[in-house]
C-alpha cells in the first residue's frame, strides 16, 4: 500500500497546547506530504519534507522523518481554534502512480 | 482567482440519473486528478491525467467517465448514478507527475447526494 497512515484518528486539546500527530508508511520513500482539510473544504499543503531530511520547520509547523522507521510526525505547537481540521499524510515513492491519502487524523482546538 | 475551480458544490440528484462535475484549473499545471472522499474521510485516488492523456485509472466502474477537453479541464461524468456514490469528490491539480513530485492542489470539493 502506497498510502500513509496517520494516528491519532482524532485529537481534542485546548488552544494554546501542542499538538502531534503521526503518519506511518510501508515503502521507500522520495519526500513526505502533509494536508490540511477544514470542514467542507479541499486539502491544503502544508509541508513537504525529503527522505534525507529530518527535520523541517514552517511557522508554527514541525516536521520530523525517521525513514528507518518509516514514520512521521507533525507537531503543531501553540494550537489555535482555527487549526481545528483534519490532518493527512501522503508519502510519495519512486515506484508510487500518485500521492495517496489515508483516513487523517481530526484535531479539534478548543477556545 | 480560484486556483482550482469545481462545480457544481452541491449535486442531489436520483437513482439512475446522469450527471457531470466540472473542473478546471488556472495554474498551468500538466496534470490533474479526481479523488473521492467517502463519509469515512477515506479519500482515494480515481483518475489522473497529464497533459490531456489517462494516465491513471484506479478500478472505478465504467459509469464513470473523465474527459479531459485541453490540459485545464478534467470533467467527471457519472452514468447511473447509484447510492453507493454518494461522497464527496474532489478535483486537483499539480505541475507534473514523476518520480519528484510536487504538491497537490485542491478544489473545494462537490458534495454528491444520490437520493
Known amino acids: 500500500s502506497q498510502q500513509g497512515e496517520e494516528d491519532p484518528q482524532a485529537l481534542s486539546i485546548q488552544e494554546g497546547e501542542n499538538a502531534t500527530m503521526n503518519c506511518s508508511y510501508k515503502?521507500?520513500?522520495?519526500?513526505l506530504q502533509w494536508y490540511r482539510q477544514n470542514s467542507g473544504r479541499g486539502l491544503v499543503h502544508l509541508i513537504l519534507?525529503?527522505?534525507?531530511?529530518r527535520e523541517k520547520h514552517s511557522g508554527r509547523l514541525r516536521v520530523t522523518l525517521d525513514t528507518s522507521k518509516k514514520s512521521s510526525s507533525l507537531l503543531i505547537t501553540a494550537s489555535r481554534a482555527a487549526d481545528t481540521a483534519s490532518y493527512f499524510c501522503?508519502?510519495?515513492?519512486?515506484?508510487?502512480?500518485?500521492?495517496?491519502f489515508g483516513k487523517g487524523t481530526m484535531l479539534l482546538v478548543s477556545p | 482567482d480560484t486556483a482550482v475551480s469545481q462545480t457544481p458544490k452541491y449535486l442531489v440528484t436520483q437513482m439512475g440519473n446522469d450527471k457531470s462535475i466540472k473542473c478546471e484549473q488556472n495554474?498551468?499545471?500538466?496534470?490533474m486528478y479526481w479523488y473521492k472522499q467517502d463519509s469515512k474521510k477515506f479519500l482515494k485516488i480515481m483518475f489522473s491525467?497529464?497533459?490531456?492523456?489517462?494516465?491513471i485509472n484506479e478500478t472505478v466502474p465504467n459509469r464513470f467517465s473523465p474527459k479531459s477537453p485541453d490540459k485545464a479541464h478534467l470533467n467527471l461524468h457519472i452514468n447511473s448514478l447509484e447510492l453507493g456514490d454518494s461522497a464527496v469528490y474532489f478535483c486537483?491539480?499539480?505541475?507534473?507527475?514523476?518520480?519528484?513530485?510536487?504538491?497537490?492542489?485542491f478544489g473545494s470539493g462537490t458534495q454528491l447526494s444520490v437520493l
Open positions: 486537483a491539480s499539480s505541475p507534473r507527475v514523476g518520480p519528484r513530485t510536487e504538491k497537490l492542489f
Open positions: 515503502t521507500s520513500i522520495n519526500n
Open positions: 519534507i525529503r527522505s534525507n531530511e
Open positions: 501522503a508519502p510519495w515513492g519512486s515506484g508510487y502512480s500518485t500521492l495517496t
Open positions: 495554474l498551468g499545471h500538466d496534470t
Open positions: 491525467y497529464n497533459n490531456k492523456e489517462l494516465i
